[in-house]
Structures are given as structure tokens and as C-alpha cells.
């Protein structure tokens, strides 16, 4: 990478990272935390923690398509404003209701989509791949801070100071697309991470993308399930006071990254990826009826939450890369616009449901509620088929090859070569091949020549 892309990539990341702390970072704390607001009961806690999801993914697409007209940098800015706003007025707020309109605020803050244009605009295409797998660490990285910061944020400075850390963090990131990250010379318009209009409606109607859609809305679903009433047994059944929750989630979040990384692996050099996701939704529903029925001890819980991290992350971390292989070509940037959206959808539905169960059936009917989920989610997985393994290019066209009406039939006929897709208006086209038959400098040879 030269060092244009070098800061374009290190600067999304951390803009990506600090603002998904603010969905994180709430999830250890707010079941406990959140009581102590004015007018608090479980259901609107569980929506507070929801809220963000919705408007997330209320305003996803929409805004990604914004930024296609208008520009990646004042969607990204405007979004990084509103974000700060939600944390502030959930800082500054003594009732939940309050805290319920910061999440919202927070929510409508959607600049996943324009940030990953943005990364696409500022890389070349040899360096965009290992950009993005930057982006997804960053992801993760977030996610494992926030699980261990926000108990001990919450325990030092209160849920008040969690949100202005929340809201410092927010401040951060805007700072970086003002002064860090560069400005594109020209904003481009890539299938690969753009919503294209024409391809929205067939790839809602793929079945095998629809099963993927489904699983990253239903592990989220699951997750913040648990997650609102994990820190609740391990305070009121097990006694763990709550300035110790943080080393539970730590150990078990360390543990977790060690215990994926084989289940990562073999699914991609094995081609095993659907068995792969097909076991991690089995030990979630396992896990599931472990905090169920055994709340003896923090140590038994520490391990069902270590074994449900590992599922979770590695469920997490092979979606993306299942999408990338069964999306059409040239319709990637469409597959990932409703993954996206169906992620935050289902991290909403997820935290409202759960305050809901609380309510009217304790903790233990949020578990009920994840079995549930994974067992219809199982259901709709079994009839789905094993990913294509293939990779993606993206070739530019001069007019004579755009004017050549047998070279995606002539690409077709290639061994490896399973899907071609030309895009006019970008003069390029889109390629997907299978690189144990084809390398990308022999695809890239047949289009040249």
C-alpha cells in the first residue's frame, strides 16, 4: 500500500471501530445499569439496546445510496455528528426515556455503507482486499474491547460516563475524517461496494443469500438475548458483584479467539464452511440450554460463555466471506447492503424481544427465546448448499473489449470460471473463479487478449 491508502485504511478502521463501541459497549451493562433510571422497567431497557439496531437498519441502504449522489464525506461527517448527539443526550439524561432517545440518535448515524464506498474510492484494487479484512479486524477488535471496557467504564464513572466516553469516542472519528483520513479525488461508483438498484430485488429473492441474510440477524439476535441476561444471573445467582464482571468477559473473550481460529481454517481449506456454520448455531443452542438450567457457579458460566464466544465469533467472522461467494458477480456491494441491514435489524428485534421475555417470564425466557431461534434457524440452514469457493476480480474495459459480445461466453467456457457480469458504466466487469483451476493472472490475461 502507498502511504495514501496506508492512512485511508488505518483511518476508517478507527472511525468503524469507535463507532461500533457504541453499540457494544452498552450490552454488559445496561440490564443492571439501566434499572437505576428514572421510569426504567426490563422492556424499555431491552429497547434502549435495540434502538440502534432499528435506525441502523432503518437508514443503511438508504444513506449508502446518498452518499453514491451526494458524496461519501458529508453522509460519513453528518452521520459521526449525529452519532455524538445520541451519546451526549444519553449521558445528560436521568431517564430511561432519555437513554432511548440517544440510542435512536445513535442509530440514525448508519455510515457503514459510505465508509466502505469511501475505503473503495481511496484503494486500488490489488490493495482493497486486504483494506476491508482491516475494516472486519477492526470490527472484532471493537467488539472485544467493549464486552471488557464498558463493565469497568460502568463501575468507575456510572452509565452516564460510559456514554461520554461513548460520545469522546464519536468526537474522535470525526476528527479523523477531517484531518487524518484523505480526501478522494473522485468518488466512484463500484458494485463490489455500492447498492446497485437493479440487482436489490434478485438478491433478495436468492434463497441461499436470504439463509445468510437470516443467520447474521439470528446470531445477533441470540447474542444480545444473552447478553441481557448473562450479567443479570452472574450478579443476582452468583454473586458476582458487578465491578467483577469484566475478567468473565475477558478471559472468555481470549479464550474464544484461540478456540475459532481452527474452526476459521478448517472451513476454508476444507471447503467446509456450511458444516462450519451448521456446528457454531449447534453449540449456540447448546450454550443456550447450558445458562438455562445451570447457574451453580461463575466458573460453570464463565465456560458456557467462553464456548459461546467461539461460536459466535466464528459464525461472525465466516458470513461475510459466505456472502462474497454466493453473491452474483458485480452484485456484491448489494449482498452486503442487506447483510448489513439485516444484522442490525436483527441485533434490535433481539434486545427489544428479550425485555420483553424479562418481563414476563425472567431471565431464563430470553434463553428459551434463543433456543428457539436456533432451532428454526437450523431448520431453514439444513436445505442450504455448500458455498461456491470463489474469488472476485474486478477488470477495467477498453471500448473494443466493452464492444465484444462473445467475451462473457468465451470467459464462461474456461474451467473455474463460474459467473462474468459487465458493468457499462464503470467500463469493467466483474468476474468470480474458482482459484484451484484458474489464477487471477490467467483470468486476467483471457480479458486482455
Not at 120 to 130: I, P
Not at 173 to 196: N, T, Y
Not at 388 to 407: G, W
Not at 412 to 433: H, R, V
Amino acid at each position: 500500500m502507498n502511504p495514501k491508502e496506508v492512512r485511508a485504511t488505518v483511518g476508517l478502521s478507527l472511525v468503524f471501530a469507535f463507532r461500533m463501541l457504541g453499540m457494544f459497549m452498552v450490552l454488559p451493562v445496561m440490564a443492571i445499569y439501566g434499572q437505576s433510571l428514572q421510569d426504567a422497567t426490563p422492556i424499555l431497557i431491552g429497547l434502549a439496546v435495540g434502538a440502534y439496531g432499528y435506525t441502523q437498519a432503518v437508514l443503511q441502504i438508504p444513506l449508502g445510496m446518498l452518499s453514491d449522489r451526494v458524496g461519501r464525506l458529508p453522509i460519513i461527517l453528518i452521520g459521526l455528528l449525529l452519532f455524538f448527539i445520541g451519546s451526549v443526550v444519553a449521558a445528560m439524561s436521568g431517564s430511561i426515556w432519555g437513554v432511548l432517545f440517544g440510542r435512536v440518535l445513535q442509530g440514525m448515524g448508519a455510515i457503514s455503507a459510505a465508509v466502505m464506498a469511501l475505503l473503495s474510492d481511496l484503494t486500488r484494487e490489488q490493495n482493497r482486499t486486504k483494506a476491508m479484512a482491516s475494516i472486519g479486524m477492526s470490527i472484532g477488535a471493537s467488539f472485544a474491547v467493549a464486552i471488557i471496557m464498558g463493565p469497568i467504564l460502568a463501575n468507575h464513572f456510572g452509565l452516564h460516563g460510559l456514554f461520554w466516553f461513548i460520545a469522546a469516542m464519536a468526537a474522535s472519528g470525526f476528527l479523523l475524517m477531517v484531518f487524518v483520513v484523505p480526501k478522494p479525488d473522485q468518488r466512484l461508483i463500484r458494485r463490489d461496494a455500492a447498492i446497485a438498484k437493479a440487482d436489490f430485488l434478485p438478491t433478495l429473492k436468492d434463497l441461499d443469500l436470504f439463509r445468510l441474510d437470516f443467520s447474521i440477524a439470528a446470531v445477533h439476535m441470540v447474542m444480545m438475548a444473552n447478553f441481557l441476561a448473562l450479567p443479570m444471573i452472574l450478579l443476582n445467582d452468583v454473586g458476582l458483584p458487578k465491578n467483577q464482571h469484566w475478567w468473565v468477559y475477558l478471559i472468555a473473550f481470549i479464550g474464544s479467539a484461540f478456540g475459532m481460529i481452527p474452526m476459521i481454517i478448517f472451513g476454508e481449506k476444507k471447503r467446509k464452511l456450511k458444516q462450519v456454520l451448521i456446528a457454531s448455531v449447534c453449540i449456540l443452542l447448546v450454550c443456550s440450554l447450558f445458562f438455562l438450567f445451570d447457574h451453580s457457579s461463575v466458573w460453570a458460566l464463565l465456560i458456557g460463555i467462553l464456548v459461546f464466544f467461539i461460536a459466535f465469533n466464528t459464525i461472525e467472522a465466516i458470513l461475510p466471506s459466505m456472502i462474497s461467494k454466493v453473491a452474483k458477480a458485480g452484485a456484491k456491494g448489494t449482498a452486503m447492503g442487506i447483510f448489513s441491514t439485516s444484522q442490525f435489524l436483527g441485533a434490535g428485534i433481539g434486545a427489544s424481544a428479550s425485555g420483553i421475555l424479562i418481563k414476563f417470564g425472567g431471565v431464563s425466557a430470553t434463553f428459551i427465546g434463543s433456543i428457539v431461534i436456533c432451532v428454526i434457524w437450523l431448520a431453514i440452514l439444513l436445505r442450504m448448499k455448500e458455498p461456491p469457493y470463489v474469488t472476485s476480480i474486478r477488470l477495467a474495459l477498453s471500448e473494443n473489449q466493452l464492444a465484444n459480445p462473445q467475451l462473457i461466453a468465451s470467459l464462461l467456457e474456461q474451467q473455474g470460471i463460474s459467473d462474468a457480469f459487465i458493468a457499462p458504466d464503470e467500463q469493467a466487469i466483474y468476474i468470480k473463479f474458482d482459484k484451484q483451476y484458474i489464477k487471477a493472472e490467467q483470468v486476467e490475461a483471457l480479458v486482455l487478449t
